[in-house]
């Protein structure tokens, strides 16, 4: 029963973070949705030591609602209540997770910039402020290396 939670925890992060890379890649970097382009763009031309709040915390909200839509109604037809619950909150702790690493890549002297992996990460996320068909991927790049968006210097 526990390598099943495991396996169901690690899926439902892969899912999340692939349908993170999907909404950055396809939806915020166009038009497709009337204002949410408009709004990252703004994300994109900013100060980059805002606290980038601008468009992502809304955007997390719809993010979540979307997967909530989508993907609950489908298990909740097949999958038992628990595994559902489960795969939910794996979710939305991931979606959080990635709100909160941008956020952080935003604040000069935030207190992750004392390591190592962090400021890689933070170097990699401003590639994508300065090419921005590169590196959609927030806290992972896994998808940017399958999709061919992967870039780790200028």
Excluded at 1 to 13: P, R
Excluded at 61 to 84: D, K
């Amino acid at each position: 029963m526990y390598v099943f939670v495991i396996v169901l925890i690690i899926l439902t992060i892969i899912a999340t973070e692939g349908f993170a890379y999907i909404w950055h890649r396809f939806i915020a970097h166009t038009d497709y949705i009337l204002a949410i382009g408009e709004t990252h763009n703004i994300h994109h031309s900013a100060n980059m030591q805002h606290e980038a709040d601008e468009d992502f915390i809304w955007l997390l909200f719809l993010m979540i609602l979307s997967e909530l839509a989508a993907g609950v109604s489908i298990m909740l037809a097949i999958l038992p209540e628990t595994i559902v619950m489960i795969a939910l909150a794996t979710s939305i702790l991931v979606l959080f997770w990635n709100w909160w690493i941008h956020r952080a890549y935003h604040v000069d002297k935030h207190w992750l910039n004392t390591y190592d992996w962090f400021r890689r990460e933070k170097r990699r996320h401003y590639l994508h402020h300065y090419q921005t068909d590169k590196n959609y991927g927030i806290a992972s790049h896994f998808l940017d290396r399958i999709m061919g968006t992967w870039i780790d210097s200028v």
